[in-house]
């Protein structure tokens, strides 16, 4: 009866359709935008509820829109604050980045962002700061002035040093949701996150490489236009811009604002958007920002200096010329 019973047992194991590979998608909102996630698996688990949950604890962590977020009660004064690991691994990124750009990128230029009507309220042209008031402001920047303890506690020579991560944060988010995927054993997937994305494996559906389309972000959403369709794997992708965003000036040339932390000023990149693709998201945003400021000549001499890096820039000449310069490391990743 034992080994009839066995037999029976196996015998409707066999008869179970096999479970086979799916494409899952999951989307929802996040911190000011939207994410969309694409896996494959055999998985039937419903991962959304996690994935949201990882979301509301960076929230809590790093956005200056919450006013009971670490970031929010730090900007606020409160020296009790223990961050996170979160905060922790955005404030030591930020610090390389700041570091390598010579202060062109920084997150402490919150009150330049403010002052410029760009943070959560906005302001009026004749509402502008005065070059007296920016002198003022430019004593509460400075990556230099702010340190993170061994006990997880910040520390800042001045209380009106305003941190920002918001250049920086949502590439740290899809490297976070995509290591929780890799945690569930799912390794192909394509994680984007307010436009950052990362991705991981291949369409092992369709056997092929996960494309992607980098869309011109200062087209009309009517008029979209492709500046390169590339393919890569086990990297993050992010672009900064002001997508669709872009000032006009009296002679029709295209500048987009960014502020620089050392001027002060919100100055007129000729450089309209910038394409990073890195072994993180979070740096590939943090570099991606960092381009933006500096412009087209100072992005061209810093990446001289670093010649695996692969970028893509939007910019525009003096007649107002839209055109494109990528790295070779770039160009290895377009496909015709």
């Not at 410029?116 to 309220?121: M, R, T």
């Not at 890569?232 to 872009?246: C, I, P």
Request: aromatic share 10%; with cysteine; proline share 3%.
């Amino acid at each position: 009866m034992k080994y009839l019973f066995l037999s029976i047992a196996i015998g409707l194991v066999a008869c179970q359709p096999s479970v086979k590979d799916e494409i899952h998608l999951i989307s929802g909102e996040a911190q000011g935008s939207t994410y969309h996630i694409k896996y494959i698996s055999k998985t039937k688990e419903d991962l959304k509820p996690a994935i949201d949950s990882i979301l509301q604890v960076i929230d809590k962590s790093m956005s200056t829109y919450k006013p009971d977020s670490d970031i929010s009660k730090i900007n606020a004064g409160d020296k009790n604050v223990v961050v996170d690991e979160h905060f922790r691994k955005v404030f030591e990124a930020s610090q390389q980045i700041w570091q390598e750009s010579e202060g062109l990128f920084d997150p402490t230029v919150g009150v330049l962002v403010n002052a410029w009507g760009f943070g959560k309220q906005k302001i009026t042209e004749d509402k502008l700061p005065t070059d007296e008031k920016i002198a003022e402001l430019k004593k509460y920047v400075g990556f230099n002035k702010v340190h993170l303890t061994a006990d997880n506690h910040i520390e800042k020579e001045s209380p009106e040093i305003l941190f920002d991560f918001n250049a920086i944060a949502q590439g740290y988010t899809s490297d976070v949701v995509a290591a929780f995927l890799s945690s569930k054993g799912i390794e192909n997937y394509i994680v984007e996150i307010a436009g950052e994305m990362y991705l991981k494996g291949r369409n092992i559906i369709e056997n092929k490489a996960w494309t992607i389309g980098v869309e011109n972000p200062i087209k009309p959403l009517d008029d979209r236009e492709l500046v390169a369709t590339i393919q890569f794997t086990n990297q993050g992708l992010a672009t900064s811009g002001n997508y669709r965003k872009v000032w006009t000036d009296s002679n029709g040339r295209k500048y987009v604002h960014s502020i620089n932390p050392i001027t002060g000023h919100a100055t007129q990149s000729d450089v309209l958007s910038a394409t990073v693709v890195a072994p993180s998201t979070m740096f590939a945003d943090g570099y991606a920002t960092m381009f933006m400021v500096m412009g087209l000549e100072k992005s061209k001499a810093f990446l001289e200096k670093h010649p695996n890096m692969a970028v893509l820039l939007v910019y525009s000449n003096e007649r107002n010329e839209e055109l494109t310069f990528k790295t070779k490391a770039f160009e290895e990743l377009i496909i015709q």
